[in-house]
């Protein structure tokens, strides 16, 4: 398996050739488990670091809230960092939360990408690992 320094390298191929014409302000980590790979994605691209908390409501994922111990997302070109995307419910409801606050997310950033999705609600995504999908979702 690759290292997540790679997964910070991932995020930079991100500015650099899918997202050319964006610059990230900030990274945007989803509570819990991106947080810690928010952080490193974040220290790699010298960027201040959000942490966005999307709800549950049920069985499924809505906006939630961005957690105001971070640096503020309001106005800002946001790169959002997960662990894993399954179906991409967690990344459209951080997607709503970030629109929401009048944030702009231009990238995603994924540890592993289950769903065979390139984009999320328009908005760009890569991850160190894909893995095949075992059925249509």
Do not use: H, W
């Not at 989803?30 to 999307?54: Q, T, W």
């Not at 994922?61 to 997960?82: C, M, Y």
């Not at 709503?96 to 592993?112: H, R």
Request: charged letters at 25%.
């Amino acid at each position: 398996m690759r290292s997540l320094e790679e997964l910070a390298k991932s995020a930079r191929e991100l500015k650099e050739k899918g997202m050319s014409t964006y610059e990230i302000a900030v990274v945007a980590g989803i509570e819990s488990g991106g947080m810690a790979l928010g952080l490193i994605v974040a220290r790699s691209l010298n960027k201040p670091i959000a942490s966005v908390r999307p709800q549950r409501l049920g069985e499924k994922k809505v906006a939630g809230a961005v957690n105001p111990s971070f640096s503020r997302v309001e106005g800002k070109k946001v790169l959002i960092v997960d662990t894993i995307l399954r179906m991409g419910e967690t990344i459209r409801a951080a997607i709503e939360t970030l629109t929401g606050v009048k944030a702009k997310p231009v990238g995603v950033v994924v540890l592993a990408n289950k769903s065979g999705k390139e984009s999320i609600e328009g908005v760009p995504l890569r991850s160190l690992v894909e893995l095949l999908p075992v059925a249509k979702q």
